[in-house]
């Protein structure tokens, strides 16, 4: 049996470093797969006229710390949209193309 922490109990303060030379990867796509014990992302770009597009990154996670990332993105989704207005996501039936790739998106009618 797992004994969790007492809520008394101090958290736990981790250094991160990150290398200089790190480069971001840029990612406008998703694949997302799961067992009872992981959740996998598969990171890509897609891009307009080409057929294909290639995984740049997967990252693999417990279900766990795929909620936990959830609530991480949704609470810093909610502090840019109050400093930068609200984003706003293409309607349903639109094609993928201009989901990704029509910039600026264009508001909902009466916002």
């Known amino acids: 049996m797992t004994q969790r922490p007492s ?20 990612a406008n796509f998703v694949m997302i797969a799961h067992s ?7 990171f890509a770009r897609v891009m307009p006229g080409l057929p294909k597009a290639r995984v740049h990154a997967r990252i693999i996670m417990t279900p766990l710390n795929a909620k ?18 609200e984003i706003y ?3 349903a039936g639109a094609a993928l193309a201009d989901q990704l ?3 600026p998106p264009t508001p909902p009618e009466g916002s």
Do not use: C, H, W
Request: glycine share 4%.
């Open 7 to 26: 809520p008394s109990s101090k958290p736990r303060q981790v250094k991160i470093e990150v290398p200089p030379d790190l480069e971001g990867t840029y």
């Open 36 to 42: 009872p014990s992981e959740i996998v992302l598969d």
């Open 68 to 85: 936990l990332l959830l609530r991480a993105l949704n609470e810093n989704l909610a502090r840019y949209e109050a400093q930068f207005g």
């Open 89 to 91: 996501i293409p309607e």
């Open 101 to 103: 790739f029509n910039f």
